[in-house]
């Protein structure tokens, strides 16, 4: 089979076209992941505008007579489209991909290739890994480069922007081949497609990028992080970068109204209040064991069985409740922290009985979840105060 012409490769801006079916088959069934509802067929053209995946990239979709592309891969330099209907071969066909995608993935590439290019040529590193899904655009490089760094490089990144320079894409002869200094993340035996971003990048590469480097918009990197050995690198190139934008201006906004601050000073705002959760936390604390200190001077000392029940109690009071209350008790005595409608938290003490039995029925009885040793036992429970208190006197 011949391979397939490449209209994407000609003019990138095209959105539809027209071409004669050259084979189409059903998706058969074990090849499929998945069982989906409707049949799938592979249509093989002679020509086509939808980029396949390919170097990381996500296809391109859209339509074909009508019917939906979900899905191009490429083999051989054989391109086959994934459809929901069969085609006969020798038809005419239409086809038109979906721009909006198509266009942000050429925004997004053609960043890709100037932030590589800029730290290649800057730090010596090389792109070892590179991903374009619909979601995110990550860049992996065998070098690390910390923040100062990563500023740095996206500052020069966006200046190739603003001079909006023309990129050059074109098939150089073997002998002009050997003369050029280009990246290239394989071996390549094709006919090598050179895509130059003058004064940035010169990388052998085969998908759709921009004419002019101002309809990138911006390049912003919203992450990085420590991979292996080197840095993956997440970007955003522009209408993703504007749609990010906007939600984390949304979500800044709101925070800021929430904290009543300025938008700039909402992480000190957030100290602040962390700080000062800190400390009520520390006065709830102390209020909470002058309480439980009054609460035990109003018990007898000698009482058998003792079950109490408290709303709210921080954790280290908790446990100081029942080392408290154990010391008057003769026979079992359960803190129960929480109510009815969630769950319990509790602690049961003794230094007479295993604590261990009265646990075995809380777990029997009303499927509490916890252990412990002989003199102490802790858990959580959900139930009714009236259970609890049978499981504890019993
Ligand atoms: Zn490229």
């Known amino acids: 089979m011949k391979k397939t012409i490449k209209l994407y490769d000609i003019d990138a801006y095209q959105t539809d076209f027209t071409a004669v079916v050259v084979f189409c088959r059903p998706v058969s069934s074990d ?19 939808f980029f396949p995946e390919e170097g990381g990239q996500n296809s391109d979709t859209g339509t074909l007579n009508g019917s939906i592309v979900s899905h191009v891969q490429i ?37 890709e290739h100037i932030m590589s290019g800029l730290i290649h040529s800057h730090f010596g590193y090389d792109n070892v890994g590179f991903h374009l899904g619909s979601q995110s655009v990550t860049l ?43 990246r290239s993340k394989i071996e390549l035996n094709e006919p090598v497609r050179i895509v130059t971003f003058p004064g940035y990048d010169v990388c052998a590469c085969c998908a759709p990028h921009v004419r002019r480097t101002g309809e990138i918009g911006i390049i912003k990197i919203v992450d990085a992080i ?7 690198i997440s970007i ?11 939600m984390k201006q949304e979500q800044v906004y709101a925070v800021s109204a929430l904290l009543s601050s300025k938008p700039e000073l909402i992480a000190a705002a957030t100290e602040r209040m962390k700080e000062d959760i800190f400390s009520l936390k520390g006065q709830i604390m102390e209020l909470q064991e002058a309480l439980i200190g009054l609460k035990v001077s109003q018990i007898a000392d000698g009482t058998h069985n003792l079950c109490l029940f408290e709303e709210a109690m921080e954790a280290p009071v908790h446990r ?3 080392n408290m209350l154990v010391e008057k008790c003769s026979g079992v005595c359960g803190v ?43 858990g959580s429970l959900t139930g009714y105060q009236s259970d609890i208190i049978r499981c504890i006197q019993s």
């Open 75 to 111: 083999k051989n330099g054989i391109i086959t489209h994934i459809t929901n209907a069969p085609f006969a071969s020798g038809e005419t066909v239409t086809g038109e991909i979906e721009w909006e995608t198509r266009y942000s993935n050429m925004q997004q590439h053609s960043g």
């Open 320 to 322: 100081k409740y029942v």
């Open 31 to 49: 090849s499929r992941e998945q069982q989906p509802s409707e049949p799938l067929y592979e249509v093989i053209l002679d020509q086509t505008l």
């Open 140 to 182: 992996d490089f065998n070098g690390f480069l910390d923040k100062e760094q990563l500023h740095m490089i996206e500052s020069l990144a966006n200046e190739a922007i603003y001079r909006n320079i023309e990129v050059i894409a074109e098939y150089p002869s073997e002998k002009e081949l050997l003369k050029l200094n280009y």
């Open 336 to 378: 129960f922290v929480g109510n009815e409608q969630n769950s319990y938290r509790y602690i049961i003490a003794s230094k007479y009985e295993d604590v261990r039995t009265v646990n075995e029925r809380l777990k029997h009885d009303l499927h509490a979840k916890g252990g412990g040793c002989k003199e102490m036992v802790q």
């Open 226 to 232: 420590r991979h292996r050995g080197g840095v993956r």
């Open 236 to 246: 955003l190139c522009g209408r993703r970068a504007l749609e990010d934008f906007r």
